[in-house]
């Protein structure tokens, strides 16, 4: 069964009622410089708000959603049908990796950022913005108990992720200046480790 992710004009019309989530996105994307990967850049909602100066690459699994992106992108961006988990370029090859609510999704999380610090170049930025579970125990117990559902109706989307935590398994360094949070949502850079 598709989940709303799956479906590019109905995400695209559930994000129009999401303006803060919007602004968000593209003050995060604001922020990469040089050569960048977005990962799982979905229908391309950000692939509008990069600079001039960006040479962009973008990866999406959904095949459809992709096609939305590169009717999106303004760029000139090289698009990449592919996963977080196989990310189908050399070591080192990024200045800066973007992902905007995708690893509440993505399947294997700690493969993916394991990933993702491969191809950042050492000094490289990672820039994510994603929903976390909710800091309360009442609102994770939520979260916890809506999620088999919520994950079937999105088609992948898991609420009650602690991506910020896996972040830092991974060998990540969150930038303290850069850290927003403001309910469930996370917004920050992180460099690789030494
Ligand atoms: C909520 S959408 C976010 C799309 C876009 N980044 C945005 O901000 O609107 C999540 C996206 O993650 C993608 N995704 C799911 N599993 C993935 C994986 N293993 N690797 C990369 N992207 C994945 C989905 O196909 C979907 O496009």
């Not at 399947?107 to 491969?118: Q, W």
């Not at 125990?137 to 989307?157: F, M, N």
């Not at 910020?164 to 927003?180: H, L, Y």
Request: aromatic share 8%; proline share 5%; glycine share 10%.
């Amino acid at each position: 069964m598709r989940g709303v992710e799956q479906i590019p004009w109905l995400y695209d019309l559930m994000m129009r009622l999401a303006p803060r989530i919007a602004r968000w996105r593209s003050e995060l994307v604001a922020g990469a410089h040089g050569r960048v990967l977005e990962v799982g850049c979905g229908t391309g909602l950000g692939l509008t708000s990069y600079g001039a100066d960006v040479e962009l690459f973008a990866l999406e699994p959904n095949f459809e959603a992709l096609c939305w992106a590169r009717r999106r992108d303004d760029h000139d961006a090289r698009l990449v049908c592919a996963t977080a988990e196989a990310i189908p370029f050399p070591d080192d090859a990024f200045d800066c990796v973007v992902s905007s609510l995708v690893f509440c999704s993505v399947p294997d999380a700690d493969r993916g950022l394991g990933e993702i610090k491969r191809v950042l170049r050492p000094g490289g930025r990672l820039l994510m913005l994603e929903h976390v579970q909710a800091r309360s125990r009442l609102g994770a117990r939520v979260l916890d108990w809506i999620q088999p559902a919520w994950t079937l109706v999105s088609g992948g989307c898991h609420p009650n992720r602690d991506t910020v935590a896996a972040v830092e398994r991974a060998g990540f360094v969150i930038e303290a200046d850069s850290f927003r949070a403001r309910g469930v949502m996370r917004r920050f850079s992180a460099r690789p480790g030494e």
